[in-house]
C-alpha cells in the first residue's frame, strides 16, 4: 500500500524550531485531510495536528497550541509542520497520515496511509 513520507526531524536543544515535511507519492494520495501525530515510548498515539484539503481549516492539539503550525503545499503534494520553542516532553516520533473516516479529526483511527515516522528529539 502507498505510504507518505516524513522528514525534517533530528536532535535539537529546547527552545530551537524544527520544520517537518509529509509528501504524498502522487496526486491521488495529496487530495486528503491531513493530520499530524507523535507518539514517545510508552505512551499511546498523541494528535498534534489538522489540516483540510485546502488548508482554511487547522486544528491543534492543547500541548502545542501557539509553538506549532500546520501547512500545505498542493501544488509540492505536501503538508509541512513548523515546530517552535521545542520543549524537551515534545520528543516522540511524529507520523504524518491522511484522514480517511468521517469521525473526529482527533482519533487516529480516523486516518490511513501513514508514514514511517521521523524523529524529533529536544535536549534540555
Known amino acids: 500500500q502507498a505510504r507518505l513520507e516524513e522528514s525534517g526531524g533530528g536532535l535539537v536543544q529546547a527552545g530551537d524550531s524544527l520544520t517537518l515535511s509529509c509528501a504524498a507519492p502522487g496526486r491521488t494520495l495529496s487530495t486528503y485531510s491531513r493530520g499530524w501525530f507523535r507518539q514517545s515510548p510508552g505512551k499511546e498515539r498523541e494528535f498534534v495536528a489538522f489540516?483540510?484539503?485546502?488548508?482554511?481549516?487547522?486544528y491543534y492539539g492543547n500541548s502545542v497550541k501557539g509553538r506549532f503550525t500546520i501547512s500545505r503545499d498542493n501544488a509540492k503534494n505536501t503538508v509541512y509542520l513548523q515546530l517552535n520553542d521545542l520543549k524537551p516532553e515534545d520528543t516522540a516520533i511524529y507520523y504524518c497520515?491522511?484522514?480517511?473516516?468521517?469521525?473526529?479529526?482527533?482519533?487516529?483511527?480516523?486516518?490511513?496511509?501513514w508514514g514511517q515516522g521521523t524523529q524529533v528529539t529536544v535536549s534540555s
Open positions: 489540516i483540510n484539503q485546502n488548508g482554511h481549516v487547522t
Open positions: 497520515a491522511n484522514k480517511v473516516g468521517v469521525g473526529s479529526w482527533l482519533h487516529p483511527r480516523e486516518y490511513d496511509y
